[in-house]
C-alpha cells in the first residue's frame, strides 16, 4: 500500500492503515473530510459529542481532517489488560495473591523452585510474554512511569513533556528485571516471544503468570483444562505497586483507535464516507461488531443483553474475544467502543467484573500528540528511529545481562548525544498544539 501511495496510482476508495495524513493530504492522494462530516456526518457528529477530544486528534498542523478514528479510551476499564497468575499455583504453595514488587520476586523464585505443576521436573517458566521487550517496559508502571504505550514521554505535573527513560527510576525497573531473568524467573526467550510462543507454554502447563488482557484467562483455563489440568486457574491480579511507595498504575493504549482515509480515486466519496459513518460511528454497527448477532452470541431479556454459552462456554475452548472474531466481529477496524457494550463481551464472568473494578482507578491515559508537520516529520523522524532502536537494543543487553548495568549513565548520554533534547522540543510543541485545539475547535 506504501508503494502504491508513493506513486500515486491503483489507490483503492478507502485506505484502512497509519499514513502520514498530513502528507498525502498536501499531496493530493487523498482527500479532505470536514465538508463530508458537515454534511454526511450524522453518527459521527453525535459521536463527537460523547468523544470530544476525538476530532482534535484527527486534525493536521493546518487544521484539516483527513482520516477518521474510532475512540477506545473506554476499553480498557470494561476488559483490562495487567497481571495475570496462576491462582493454583498459588493456592498449591500456600501463597497470597503478591501486591508490592517484592511479592511477585519472592512468588517467581517459589514457582521456580517449588514444582508447581507437579510433574517433578524444574521445567515452570514462573513469568513469560510476548511482544518481545517492550512487553517488560509495563513493569514500569509499578514506579509510576509511563515506559510502554507512551515509549517513555509524559508530562509532568506542570505539563512540560519529558523522557522517563533518562529518569533514575527506569534504572531501578531494568535493575529489577535483570535480577528475575539471571535468577531464571522470567523466560529466557522474553526477547523474541510471539503470542504464539506465549499459548504454547501456557497450555503446555509450563507458565505461571504474564502480562495480557484479562480475558485471556478464559481461553487459557480451557485449553488446560482440554489437556487435563482441571485445576487450571488464571486469574487477573492486583498491580504491583513499587518499591518508592507508588501503587501502581495501569497505562490505556491509546485515545484513537485506527486511522481510515478516503483516496482520490474514490469516483463517489460521499458514498464511502457514509458507510464509514455507519460503520465507524452508528451504536448499531458498535452493538453488532462488539457483541456479534443475536440469537447466536447474545439474547435480550428484559432489555438486557447477554451472552449465550457460545460466547460464555465455547465448544471449542474459545474465550469471549475469540468467540466473537470467529463470527466476524470484533475486527481490527475503527469503532467508537462502548465500555456498556465491551462489559457484556469481557465482563461476563463475575470474577473478571470484580477484578476490572478493583483496578479501574489506577487507570491513567497514554500521552497523546498532535500530527507532525513537514517540519516536525524531518526534525525528528530519523532520530526518533535511531534512538528507539538504540534504546531497545541496550535495554535488552541490561535485561539479559549482555552488558553491565554499570554503563547505565554511558546509556543516557548517548540518548543526549543522538538527540533527545530536541525530540524533546518538538514533542512538547505537538503536545501544546493538540491542547490548543481541543479548545479553538470547542472540543473541551
Known sequence: MQTRLSSGTNLPDIIDMPVDTYKYGKDGLIIPLDDLIKKYGFYATIAFKKKP????????????????????????????YGWLIRKDWLDKLKLSEPKTIDDWYNILKAFKENDPNGNGQPDEIPITNNYGIAQMFNWGNAWGLHL????????????????????????????????????????????????????????RNLAGSAIEWQESTTMWNNKLKESGVND?????????????????????????????????????????????????????????????????????????????DFVLKNPDGLGPVEAIRSIGAWQYFPMVLSAELTGK???????????AKSIEKQIVPRVEFAINTDEEFTKINRKLTDISTYRDEMITKFIIGEEPIE??????????????????????????????YAKEYGYR
Request: glycine share 8%; with cysteine; aromatic share 10%.
Open 53 to 80: 477530544f476525538l476530532p482534535a486528534l484527527m486534525k493536521t498542523p493546518d487544521g484539516v481532517t483527513y482520516h477518521l478514528s474510532g475512540a477506545r479510551d473506554e476499553e480498557i476499564a470494561a476488559g483490562p
Open 148 to 203: 510502554r504505550f507512551s515509549k517513555g514521554f509524559y508530562p509532568d505535573k506542570d505539563g512540560k513533556i519529558q523522557y522517563e527513560w533518562l529518569e533514575p527510576r527506569a534504572k531501578e525497573v531494568i535493575v529489577f528485571l535483570n535480577k528475575l531473568y539471571s535468577e531464571g524467573l522470567y523466560d529466557k526467550e522474553c526477547a523474541i516471544n510471539t503470542s504464539e510462543q506465549q499459548l504454547s507454554k501456557v497450555v
Open 232 to 308: 487450571a486457574n488464571w486469574i487477573m491480579t492486583n498491580i504491583p505497586s513499587g518499591p518508592n511507595g507508588y501503587q501502581g498504575h495501569i497505562e490505556t493504549i491509546g485515545y484513537a483507535n485506527g486511522m481510515v482515509s478516503i483516496s482520490k480515486d474514490c469516483k463517489n466519496p460521499e458514498v464511502a464516507f457514509r458507510w464509514l459513518d455507519f460503520v465507524i460511528y452508528s451504536s448499531e454497527s458498535v452493538k453488532l461488531r462488539t457483541v456479534g448477532i443475536e440469537g447466536i452470541s447474545y439474547t435480550v431479556e428484559n432489555g438486557e443483553i447477554k451472552m449465550t
Open 345 to 355: 463481551l469481557k465482563l461476563s464472568n463475575p470474577l473478571h467484573k470484580e477484578r
Open 407 to 436: 554503563n547505565w549513565d554511558k546509556f543516557t548520554g548517548m540518548l543526549k548525544s543522538m538527540g533527545i533534547d530536541e525530540i524533546l522540543q518538538v514533542r512538547q510543541t505537538q503536545y501544546d498544539r493538540l491542547q490548543s
